[in-house]
T-cell receptor
């Protein structure tokens, strides 16, 4: 298994532009999570899905952020419009909730820089 | 809200020494705990986990201890190697049936530096 695949690995964009981050979870996993990591706040859960349905989006900072999971093998996190304070590493993770052994599997992350 | 490991301490050790990384958690309802290792430029990587019905679990060179009385978790690394240098996070998952089941809450992490 190739693990959780995120793209792009790095994204540099100008303030005000739309940014779309992509994630392919591990096949068969029924939970998908989006995290944001910064030095100031560490790892923050933004939103998570179960069987493609958003369960908890209370961590999404504001309406500029949106996430979708159109099918079991793909999810996007969109920021529109982007702001410099959105600069962070965004991680996607997936899990099979009925088998917690091994926790979540994280992707390699997308480093977003908004200038 | 409830949180895990509010600090980001650092730990420096010599190669071959044993390392102990600590974590305090606040949600007494949590029933599953995980330690992750994060190397520079990479995502967190699973190391070892433990359920609340256990107080100790061992892996290869690593041991996790859980003290539910004082809500404390520790990771012990035996014979620490330079490749162990990373940030280590503890994480907790809420009990089944609770509102936090299914989502991990992470601590702020501990920076481990191993000197050759």
């Amino acid at each position: 298994d190739a693990g959780v695949i995120q793209s792009p690995r790095h994204e540099v964009t100008e303030m005000g532009q739309e940014v779309t981050l992509r994630c392919k979870p591990i096949s068969g996993h029924d939970y998908l999570f989006w995290y944001r990591q910064t030095m100031m706040r560490g790892l923050e859960l933004l939103i998570y899905f179960n069987n493609n349905v958003p369960i908890d989006d209370s961590g999404m900072p504001e309406d500029r952020f949106s996430a979708k999971m159109p099918n079991a093998s793909f999810s996007t996190l969109k920021i529109q419009p982007s702001e410099p304070r959105d600069s962070a590493v965004y991680f996607c993770a997936s899990s099979l909730v009925d088998d917690w052994s091994g926790g979540y599997t994280f992707g390699s992350g997308t480093r977003l820089t908004v200038v | 809200g409830e949180s895990v490991g509010l600090h980001l301490p650092t730990l420096s050790v010599q190669e071959g020494d044993n390392s102990i990384i600590n974590c305090a958690y606040s949600n007494s309802a949590s029933d599953y705990f995980i330690w992750y290792k994060q190397e520079s430029g990479k995502g967190p990587q699973f190391i070892i986990d433990i359920r609340s019905n256990m107080d100790k679990r061992q892996g290869q060179r690593v041991t996790v201890l859980l003290n539910k009385t004082v809500k404390h978790l520790s990771l012990q690394i035996a014979a620490t190697q330079p490749g162990d240098s990373a940030v280590y996070f503890c994480a907790e998952n809420g009990a089944a049936g609770g509102t936090s089941y299914g989502k991990l809450t992470f601590g702020q992490g501990t920076i481990l530096t191993v000197h050759p």
